[in-house]
């Protein structure tokens, strides 16, 4: 079954304690991607990733860090966490560039919501 | 002026009805119209996308551009319980690699039976 897969789903910690969580999509797409999602600001690109050892920063990328060594998994680490980074967190990919008239969909995972304390 | 608005709703409406969800946008530059639909504890999924103006249909959905207006719309018939979620709205200004997707804070929709 295609899918994106995160783990954990749900995490709890304290501030400071550092934190991976792990984003990995069977369908060979290039293109992944982290967003956050906060009642009342809504869906927010934290860093993207084109293709294995390609990131960039998204508009919230304050705090974190990605690294895409292989197609297939971007991990997300949070160095030092801290409270305001208590969020539900999606994990995204798609095939990379649409064409004309194509939009490539973006697959999400199924979330990971994370609270520091 | 925000990029995209969106009314976060929530909105409930009777089983059967017709439900309006709607966005605007700023930049006349945006070319690719999305919706999204996630569930409660679930990432969003594609629902529909339309390149330019005009309309769209898939089974009871309807997505709507205007882009004179810079307003677009989603259509459901026939709404069911199923239906409820939050929907989100996306725009795209072309399909390049480095383009960057822009979400709605999406309307969260309640189909009362």
């Known amino acids: 079954e295609a899918q994106v897969t995160q783990n954990p789903r749900y995490l709890i910690t304290v501030t400071g304690k550092k934190l991976t969580v792990t984003c990995s999509q069977n369908?060979?797409?290039?293109?992944m991607s982290w967003y956050r999602q906060d009642p009342g600001l809504g869906l927010r690109q934290i860093y993207y990733s084109m293709n294995v050892e390609v990131t960039d920063k998204g508009d919230v990328p304050e705090g974190y860090k990605v690294s895409r060594k292989e197609k297939r998994n971007f991990p997300l680490i949070l160095e030092s966490p801290s409270p305001n980074q208590t969020s539900l967190y999606f994990c995204a990919s798609s095939a990379g560039t649409g064409s004309f008239l194509t939009y490539n969909e973006q697959f999400f995972g199924p979330g990971t919501r994370l609270t520091v304390l | 002026q925000k990029e995209v608005e969106q009314d976060p709703g929530p909105l409930s409406v009777p089983e059967g009805a017709i439900v309006s969800l709607n966005c605007t946008y700023s930049n006349s530059a945006f070319q690719y119209f999305m919706w999204y639909r996630q569930y409660s504890r679930k990432g969003p999924e594609l629902l529909m996308y339309?390149?330019?103006?005009g309309n769209k249909e898939d089974g009871r959905f309807t997505a709507q551009v205007d882009k004179s207006s810079k307003y677009i719309s989603l259509f459901i018939r026939d709404s069911q319980p199923s239906d409820s979620a939050t929907y989100l709205c996306?725009?795209?200004?072309?399909?390049?690699?480095?383009?960057?997707?822009?979400f709605g804070k999406g309307t969260r929709l309640h189909i009362l039976p």
């Open positions: 369908m060979n797409h290039e293109y």
């Open positions: 339309t390149y330019s103006s």
């Open positions: 996306a725009i795209l200004s072309n399909a390049r690699r480095d383009d960057k997707i822009i």
